[in-house]
């Protein structure tokens, strides 16, 4: 199973980013998906997740900022980011478990600057 995430960059508070993560190597209609952030210095926090069935759910800081969508047939998942503040800033990864394991992306670097 492999996960090649995209989509990071500099952008400026407020800014609008967008991620996304294509998967091989599973069955990806039955996998759920999840973004994870690590912020510098801190640990990898969940950001959000999508179900198998689409379902998604958000932590906190993020509701209302951030959407997770997936695209069965081109197999990515995706990360909307809008209205970012500067503790958006990190890491993300994508992220699945099947097979009894957990699947990482390789990280995307996401910097907002005030």
């Known amino acids: 199973v492999q996960l090649q995430a995209s989509g990071g960059g500099l952008v400026q508070a407020g800014g609008s980013l967008r991620l996304s993560c294509h998967v091989s190597?599973?069955?990806?209609?039955?996998?759920?998906m999840d973004w994870y952030r690590q912020p510098q210095g801190k640990e990898r926090e969940l950001v959000a997740s999508i179900s198998s069935g689409g379902q998604p759910t958000y932590e906190d800081s993020v509701k209302d900022r951030f959407t997770i969508s997936r695209d069965n047939v081109r197999r990515t998942t995706a990360l909307q980011m809008n209205s970012l503040k500067v503790e958006d800033d990190g890491v993300y990864y994508c992220?699945?478990?099947?097979?009894?394991?957990?699947?990482w992306g390789q990280g995307t670097l996401v910097t907002v600057s005030s």
């Open positions: 190597g599973a069955n990806f209609r039955l996998i759920d």
């Open positions: 992220h699945t478990r099947t097979r009894g394991r957990d699947f």
